[in-house]
Nanobody, 120 residues
Framework: QVQLVESGGGLVQPGGSLTLSCAASGSIFVINTMGWYRQAPGKQRELVASITSGGRTNYADSVLGRFTISRGYAKNTVALQTNSLKVEDTAVYYC??????????????WGQGTQVTVSS
């Protein structure tokens, strides 16, 4: 079965940076879009950034110019470079893979999440 594992979270001071990584295990026929989402306590899960198989990126307004999403060098991996972190960036960050099987069925996979805490 497909499993996504995130890494790279931790405690960082405001203005700092972290690189989050996500790697998928198991067989995936095709990945349509890779994305990073986050959820803060008491808040809805929100899209942070996404990247399509064609390389098109999308960012939430709140992180535009500070975060960068990219495909990793290894197969079925994605990274999120976070810069100039703010306290309001504190959340559990989840990676998501939007995939398709050989007959066009869509499958969405989620990682377990990695905690990012921005605090002085």
């Amino acid at each position: 079965q497909v499993q996504l594992v995130e890494s790279g979270g931790g405690l960082v001071q405001p203005g700092g940076s972290l690189t989050l990584s996500c790697a998928a295990s198991g067989s995936i026929f095709v990945i349509n879009t890779m994305g990073w989402y986050r959820q803060a306590p008491g808040k809805q899960r929100e899209l942070v950034a996404s990247i399509t198989s064609g390389g098109r990126t999308n960012y939430a307004d709140s992180v535009l110019g500070r975060f960068t999403i990219s495909r990793g060098y290894a197969k079925n991996t994605v990274a999120l470079q976070t810069n100039s972190l703010k306290v309001e960036d504190t959340a559990v960050y989840y990676c998501n893979f939007d995939t398709s099987d050989p007959i066009g069925r869509r499958y969405y996979y989620w990682g377990q999440g990695t905690q990012v805490t921005v605090s002085s």
